[in-house]
């Protein structure tokens, strides 16, 4: 403003000092040549006296603005002054690097701390928490270096900048150091993240398929409902489920990841189990029916034929010695009590039925099964009995023959491909050949136990048929 307002006060002083030293100026035309001359004398004296006010108001200016640092110690000043301010933004820079690594792995470890609570996810977080304090400490150091030097100063000694330049670079090293650590261990959390990750991503999709199992399950048991079919027994299990449902809501993080989807896990098992049941219910229901009507005739056939086995006993007493029926006796008076308890029983399912208690239904329903099956056998057995005795008391030959046959046909394995036989093939073999000869022996006499020859015989098969299969799956082993 001083230079400014000093110009047209210039002008005005310089105006008289002309016009008294030119004869001309104002004797001259008005507004000729004379006062042109007068306009450009006072413009040069303007300039002649500008410089002096104008340096003495710069010179305070050049020391107080931005052309200081040209002045600063030379070009050397200068030069600490950029190292120091280089060293200085290397470090911000390694300082940002630390902090975003540091900001990015405390994500990784609250996500493996949310999912793994085993000892190598605790390990994990403690090492982080030990390398959080380095990084505090060399941050501090930094932080520090920062503050102790003002590198804008204008009176910044070189010794000052360089020191400056020192100490920020022993703090940018610092920090590159422990980032090189930080990078290192969240290598080493590779398997740990990646699994806690995982469990993640199923986290959502686990509780979103648990909700849509519960919601088709409570649709299904209304259409069961509808049919009239009360599924109280679903309904209650399906009620039960509602307490796992409220806390799948509230989430895993009240509840941690591992347990949520662990309970959903459940949930949808338990909830598909009841939607699947209800949409059986009516199926079940109608083959309860069919079981029932299906047993009752059952039951009242075995009746008829249970009452056939006192005469075939009779004959079996009349033609045979003892030891061939007397294991039958009992079978008339236990048919007769199997067929009862299976009406009993199929009375209790018919009313477990009418009052939809599926379950126990199906239960007596088994129990009826069984004794029907049991009185089935042994009044079959009885029939069975008379018959095999009548073939063998005709002609044992016929039974001789299919014994021996089958003693000879594993004789014949056992000495395949041998010159002598595995004595753990050959002696139980040449021991039924003993016991058949004993069991033909004892059919002579004037009443032969012709049951205890079929039972020899039989067993006697059944030895030469293991031993087939063992040297079968002896040699069968052996090419493999």
């Known amino acids: 403003m001083t230079a400014t307002h000093a110009r047209p006060e210039a002008g005005a002083g310089g105006s008289s000092a002309v016009h008294s030293g030119d004869g001309r100026g104002g004797s001259g035309r008005p507004g000729g040549r004379g006062v042109r001359d007068g306009s450009g004398a006072r413009d040069l004296l303007a300039l002649v006296l500008l410089p002096v006010p104008l340096v003495l108001a710069v010179l305070p200016a050049a020391f107080a603005g931005g052309g200081t640092r040209r002045w600063f110690g030379g070009r050397g000043g200068e030069n600490e002054r950029a190292e120091a301010q280089a060293a200085k933004d290397a470090a911000a820079e390694a300082f940002y690097e630390l902090d975003s690594a540091q900001r990015d792995l405390r994500i990784s470890i609250e996500t493996i701390n949310a999912v793994d609570s085993s000892s190598r996810g605790r390990k994990a977080a403690e090492d982080f928490a030990a390398l959080g304090r380095r990084i505090d400490e060399v941050s501090h150091g930094y932080i520090t270096a920062v503050d102790s030097h003002d590198l804008d100063r204008d009176d910044l000694e070189p010794a000052v900048a360089s020191r400056a330049r020192t100490e920020l670079t022993r703090a940018k090293d610092d920090l590159v150091r422990v980032k090189g650590e930080l990078d290192r261990f969240a290598q080493g959390l590779g398997p740990l993240l990646g699994s806690a990750e995982t469990q993640l991503a199923r986290l959502a ?29 679903l309904a209650a299990r399906l009620a039960a489920l509602a307490p796992e449902l409220t806390k799948l809501n509230q989430g895993a993080g009240k509840h941690g990841v591992p347990e949520t989807l662990q309970r959903a896990d459940v949930v949808l098992r338990d909830a598909e189990a009841v939607r699947t049941e209800a949409e059986r219910l009516p199926e079940r229901a109608a083959e309860i029916d069919r079981r029932l009507v299906s047993l009752r005739t059952r039951a009242q056939a075995l ?21 061939c029926w007397q ?13 009862r308890q299976a009406e009993d029983k199929l009375a209790e399912a018919a009313k477990a039925r009418d009052e939809q208690r599926w379950a126990d239904a199906t239960s007596r329903l088994s129990t009826v099964r069984a004794l029907l099956n049991a ?16 073939a063998v008391a005709k002609d044992p030959q016929q ?8 003693v000879r046909d594993a004789q014949r394995l056992a000495m395949a491909g041998r010159h002598t036989p595995d004595p753990r093939h050959a002696r139980p073999l040449d021991d039924s050949v003993a016991r058949l000869e004993r069991a033909i022996a004892g059919l002579e006499g004037r009443h032969p136990d012709y049951w205890h020859f079929l039972t020899e015989t039989e067993a006697v098969r059944q030895t030469a048929a293991r031993v087939v299969s063992d040297i079968r799956e002896e040699r069968g082993g052996a090419q493999g």
């Open 327 to 339: 294991d039958l006796q009992p079978v008339p008076e236990q048919a007769a009590v199997n067929v």
């Open 205 to 233: 999709p686990a509780v979103e398929r648990a909700r849509q199992a519960l919601l088709a399950a409570s649709n299904a048991l209304d259409t069961v409902r509808a049919s009239g079919l009360r599924a109280d027994e």
């Open 375 to 390: 009185t089935d056998e042994a009044v079959s057995a009885a029939g069975d009995r008379l018959q095999q005795l009548n």
């Open 399 to 406: 039974e001789i023959e299919r014994t021996r046959f089958a």
């Open 303 to 323: 009746t008829t034929r249970a009452g056939s086995v006192e005469p075939v006993l009779s004959e079996l007493r009349r033609r045979f010695s003892a030891a």
